[in-house]
């Protein structure tokens, strides 16, 4: 039966690479639901959570696999034939001739069998049934230890279990790293249970400890997906929650926070302003005097200076967060918006707007939201004219399609668009002539602005006229899409042209690209009255796509 599939075991190794394959082979007591439809497997993995599988199966050529495997872990959603395909290929072809009872069987009729089982038990039954499992699984018995030191107060077996939970031995990578961030927040739940157990002093030592490990091993883990990171932060929140509930000695918590907040490489650092009333007046000065002190030290250190905002902040001092940000101003008007910001907050309206105007002249290209900013007031204040003076410098200096728009909102909403509209064009022009004259260019660049704004203006003969120039395959692209019905001939040559190109490439997402384009040139035949033309064309290039199977679902698909 398991030759049916049309898949081997080579295939499954194949498709996975040494590494998932083998990790895979943990999970085969780990498939439930399997049911097999035509050319397809589908699955539950059970781990931390439960991951669906789909397997598809069939030859797809020489020198490839003949499986393909979606999963919806973290690593198979990025198109990965993860672990747990591995897992669920393997039972389907271990299944052998009790597969088709699999197909026909009703919604999860083991787990209803299983229910009603363990319904069926004793508790002395449940038990010994509990512990076999925990002897069997090293992770699960960890859990169940860990849950039981937790409930009787038993701080040691708690901090010993918690350590084996976070701390790394080997290399986590990316299909791992939900499951270690599961691990470091069990520890943070055992942590909060001690102080349920009314143990709150013993928990704060304990989380040190945990945090302490966890930082030791963050450079050990793949946190591409931020899990791992986020789960230390529920490390640092179970510490906040010990030190509520049994308050530390003031000067001895801005020590540790101090140490915390100063040795950090990762980003994993308390929130200072969590700690105010914990650390009191003695601790919030000298918390202030140690980062201080690091910051005269080394003022160009943006992690400490960072750090002293932070405290500034939590003290509460306006002016003095104010000096701190003002010795950092920049050309782009960043820092300028934040003083604004904080002015706003402490009721000084003026004073934030001054600050704002001050960072829109420190350099050529103001920060857009400080932009924003001045906009906002300036039209609260029906102030137009300074709105419109506002985006046209924007523009003058960062000539985008964005500031481009919001320059002709501005000028159209103070009655001058059309010659503020030749100024701005003229600026896009003299940038266009500076782009050397190029074939189309699908990768490299986004091509001349020019062409972007009389697209957007609806001013597609000079956009037709500028695109001859330089402009990219997109730019092409949309100057056709919104050419369909006034110059179909000559959006049909811009979609056959990129047709072609993608045509000689592979995938899915090509092959969606592939089918949009071929809609639009039909459209463009249906322009032109040329439909018979653009069915030889589907034909031809049926013909010579015929390999690409999933190319010709999807063009079924769009009915092409």
């Known amino acids: 039966m398991a030759e049916a599939l049309g898949f081997t075991e080579d295939d499954l190794r194949y498709a996975a690479g040494p590494t998932s394959y083998a990790r895979g082979l943990g999970y085969l007591n780990q498939v439930e639901d399997l049911q097999i439809a035509g050319t ?18 069939g030859d797809t050529g020489p020198g490839a696999s003949n499986v393909d495997g979606d999963c919806s872990c973290p690593f198979g959603a990025e198109g990965n034939f993860c672990k747990h395909c591995v897992a669920v290929g393997l039972v389907a072809l271990k299944t052998g001739d009790s597969l088709p009872l699999l197909t026909q ?21 449940l ?30 077996a708690v901090r010993n279990a918690v350590q084996r939970l976070i701390w790394v031995t080997d290399y986590i990578g990316y299909d791992e790293a939900r499951d270690y961030a599961t691990d470091v927040s069990s520890a943070a739940n055992a942590i909060a249970e001690l102080i349920d ?21 963050f450079g050990a883990v793949d946190d591409s997906s931020g899990d791992i990171g986020s789960a230390g932060l529920d490390l640092l929140d179970v510490h906040l929650l010990a030190c509520q509930a049994a308050p530390p ?23 200072l302003e969590d700690y105010t009333e914990l650390l009191g007046d003695a601790g919030a000065a000298a918390l202030h005097d140690r980062i201080a002190a690091a910051y005269e030290a080394n003022p160009g250190d943006y992690h400490v200076q960072y750090l002293m905002e932070s405290v500034t902040e939590a003290e509460g001092d306006v002016d003095a967060l104010v000096a701190l940000y003002a010795a950092h101003l920049d050309e782009r008007g960043w820092q300028h918006l934040r003083i604004a910001h904080k002015l706003d907050e402490a009721g000084r309206p003026d004073e934030a707007l001054e600050w704002a105007e001050r960072g829109a002249r420190s350099g050529p290209r103001p920060d857009t939201r400080l932009v924003d900013y001045l906009v906002d007031r300036y039209t609260a204040a029906a102030r137009t004219d300074d709105v419109l003076k506002l985006r046209r410098t924007l523009f003058a200096g960062d000539r985008t399609l964005a500031n481009y728009q919001a320059l002709r909102q501005a000028a159209t909403q103070s009655g001058g668009w059309d010659s503020e509209r030749e100024a701005a064009l003229d600026l896009l022009r003299g940038d266009a002539e500076a782009v050397p004259r190029t074939a189309w260019s699908p990768w490299a660049w986004g091509g001349p602005i020019l062409i972007d ?7 597609l003969a000079a956009a037709w006229t500028a695109a001859q120039h330089a402009a990219s395959e997109a ?23 990129v047709i072609e190109r993608l045509a000689e490439n592979t995938g899915d997402g090509i092959y969606r690209q592939i089918a949009a384009h071929l ?14 033309e653009f069915r030889q064309y589907m034909a031809w290039l049926r013909i010579r796509q015929k390999r690409k199977r999933n190319l010709m679902k999807i063009l079924d698909q769009n009915g092409l």
């Open 40 to 57: 397809r497997v589908t699955a539950t993995v059970f781990g931390n959570d439960a991951y669906e599988v789909r397997l598809t199966f």
């Open 105 to 125: 069987a009703g919604p999860h009729p083991e787990r209803q069998l299983l229910v009603s089982w363990l319904g069926s038990l004793t508790k002395d039954e």
């Open 127 to 156: 038990l010994a049934e509990l512990l076999e499992l925990a002897d069997a699984d090293p992770a699960l018995r960890r859990r169940f230890e860990l849950r039981a030191a937790a409930q009787q107060a038993d701080v040691e």
């Open 197 to 217: 157990a009314s143990a709150s002093a013993q928990a704060i030592a304990v989380a040190r400890d945990a945090i302490d490990w966890f930082r030791q091993c």
């Open 249 to 271: 000695d003031q000067l001895e918590l801005a020590s540790y926070l101090g140490d915390l907040c100063l040795t950090d490489s990762f980003g994993l650092t308390p929130e």
């Open 453 to 459: 704004a009389l697209i957007d203006d609806r001013d």
């Open 475 to 497: 730019q092409w692209t949309r100057l056709a899409d919104a050419s369909i019905n006034d110059r179909p001939a000559d959006a049909l040559a811009v979609y056959l042209k």
């Open 519 to 532: 809609v639009s040139a039909r459209a463009c035949h249906e322009a032109l009255g040329t439909i018979a």
